[in-house]
């Protein structure tokens, strides 16, 4: 991978909760932002926001998994604002809404340990 476009993603994923602009990031790297999105998409496939949805929620996922945080603490880790796009999208990438997810999952697990 393009040196730049690693230090983009750690810059960005080293803490989900914070917010950093596209232009941030891109002077840090010394690329412009037009620069940047084009280098990072040609990487990785997907626009720097994408990228950085994905792993809100693959975190989101992982929270809601090993932790007894409820949706709203698990979606201000993962620096995420608004409900209702929260749910969308971790919808859209799952099938389930957060709250269904975290049930579906601990009911699976449960069962898994019960036929040991």
């Known amino acids: ?3 730049r476009i690693y230090r983009a993603i750690r810059l960005m994923t080293v803490d989900l909760g914070r917010e950093v602009s596209l232009n941030e990031l ?7 932002t037009s620069r940047l999105r084009h280098l990072f998409k040609d990487e990785t496939g997907v626009s720097p ?3 950085l949805k994905l ?3 693959q975190r989101a996922k992982e929270l809601l998994e090993a932790t007894f945080l ?6 201000l880790q993962v620096g995420v604002k608004d409900k ?4 969308r999208d971790f919808k859209k ?9 975290r049930v579906q999952y601990l009911t699976a697990r449960q069962k898994r340990l019960h036929a040991r």
């Open 55 to 57: 792993q809100r929620m």
């Open 70 to 75: 409820n949706v709203k603490e698990v979606m």
């Open 84 to 87: 209702s796009s929260f749910v």
């Open 1 to 3: 991978m393009e040196p």
């Open 93 to 101: 990438l799952y099938g389930l809404s957060p709250s269904r997810y």
């Open 49 to 51: 926001a994408q990228y």
């Open 26 to 32: 891109a002077q840090s790297l010394n690329l412009s």
